[in-house]
């Protein structure tokens, strides 16, 4: 168990310290687990969940259709026609995001979004460096309101058995959809106070975006209808979501094949697949498989309760904002693949069900990346944008922003599973 706990720590200390190498790290990492015999050969494709590996490879590639359409920016278009006032578009703006969100991964969403806001601040001769931030940071939080929002949702979707409608109803009570709105009110009303000065009027644009393709919104609703489809199917398969995100994508590939007859059409929604967190999910994966395999979850899940002493309110609490604090920092991915069987183990050594325990993990990693420009990858895409447009971005005017959001959305997020799900 110290050798591979040891390995393990070496993981994670060498992907802090060269971040750009992750994936070839995790893997590499697994595989000495496996030579070594601490991953037993037998219990290899076990310890991956093709099922999450597909579902993001498929929706990703779906977004990149959906984006190639131009229905987000239509969408945009038509928010940008009802608001009064600059103040307003950057919170409408950041709802947008948010709602995006929900539904499409949270870098795509920024990247959908945030060339709108640029134009925007453009025509009105404003900094967009506060518009971008409060996008990014919305985009995270809504990635939690959904079973297919975010790469941790679908990792906490997959692991617990939950299906697309248990994120809004879950063993009869709301959901954490509902605990995520809750929070996007909050976080809603403290982005309107922050940007209080903001009151220059909007000129309306007699001009929209014209939609190119309607198929790719279709494909991208009929996945959400599908999945809410077959979580009611009864014994169905572990693999069927990713099976339905990754055939839609097919679909949607043939048919921009054929519609075009260029290659191009196809290439471009594959490229747009990030490889790299897939490859270093699978890594983590067997990683993980490896340190259950030897002990190390089942140790750290006492150790957490013996710190706790054994009081279900402390060892929640203490989740909820380490997962804030580590979240902060280090990649939320990683952190949540490998707290999900630690919970595991920590509930069973409690006797208690471990619902309170996920979702008080999935608030706390993914809300907890909107306090630092490097705790999201979302937050990183929207400081590139804002740099390749010639904006630096200090620390400091992004957690102005990410700070009291994080507060605004973690808190009540908190005190509501502790409520209905104690």
């Not at 134009?119 to 971008?132: G, Q, R, S």
């Not at 309110?313 to 904002?321: K, N």
Request: hydrophobic content about 55%; charged content about 10%; overall charge neutral.
């Amino acid at each position: 168990m110290i050798y591979a706990l040891l390995l393990f720590a070496a993981t994670y200390v060498l992907m802090l310290i060269f971040g750009k190498y992750r994936p070839y790290i995790a893997l590499g990492s697994a595989a000495i687990f496996i030579v070594t015999g601490m991953l037993p050969l037998d219990q290899i494709v076990g310890a991956i969940d093709f099922n999450v590996l597909l579902m993001i490879a498929g929706t990703m590639g779906l977004v990149q259709l959906f984006i190639d359409s131009k229905m987000p920016a239509l969408l945009a278009d038509l928010i940008m026609e009802k608001v009064p006032n600059v103040q307003m578009a950057a919170v409408s703006l950041a709802l947008f995001a948010g709602i995006i969100s929900a539904f499409v991964d949270n870098v795509a969403t920024v990247l959908m979004v945030a060339p709108i806001a640029l134009e925007i601040c453009k025509k009105l001769k404003t900094n967009p460096v506060p518009f971008i931030i409060a996008i990014a940071v919305s985009s995270n939080l809504q990635g939690a309101a959904t079973l297919v929002g975010d790469t941790t949702a679908i990792m906490l979707g997959s692991y617990a058995n939950m299906s697309f409608l248990d994120f809004f109803v879950y063993q009869g009570k709301p959901g954490i959809f509902f605990a995520v709105e809750l929070g996007a009110v909050v976080s809603a009303l403290i982005l309107a106070w922050l940007f209080r000065r903001e009151k220059a009027p909007i000129a309306k644009s007699t001009q929209r975006t014209v939609v190119t393709d309607y198929v790719p919104t279709v494909l991208l609703v009929g996945m959400i209808a599908l999945l809410i489809a077959a979580s009611f199917l009864p014994s169905k398969p572990d693999i069927t979501n990713g099976l339905i995100c990754v055939t839609l994508f097919a679909i949607g590939l043939l048919y921009s094949l054929v519609k075009t007859r260029d290659r191009a059409a196809v290439i471009g929604p594959i490229k747009a697949i990030d490889f790299e967190t897939i490859g270093l999910l699978f890594g983590l994966f067997l990683v993980i498989g490896g340190i259950t395999h030897m002990g190390v979850v089942d140790a750290a899940a006492g150790l957490l309760a013996q710190m706790g002493g054994g009081n279900v309110f402390v060892i929640y609490t203490v989740i909820v904002w380490a997962s804030v604090l580590f979240s902060a920092f280090i990649d939320n991915i990683p952190y949540v693949a490998t707290m999900l069987p630690v919970v595991t183990g920590l509930a069973s050594t409690l006797g208690i069900d471990p619902s309170l325990l996920y979702f008080g993990l999935l608030s706390g990693a993914t809300l907890g990346g909107n306090c630092t420009p490097i705790g999201a990858s979302a937050n990183i895409t929207g400081i590139g944008i804002l740099r390749r447009a010639g904006y630096e971005v200090k620390t400091s005017d992004f957690c102005r922003i990410g700070i009291p959001f994080t507060l605004g959305a973690v808190i009540p997020a908190y005190l509501y599973f502790w409520v209905l799900f104690r």
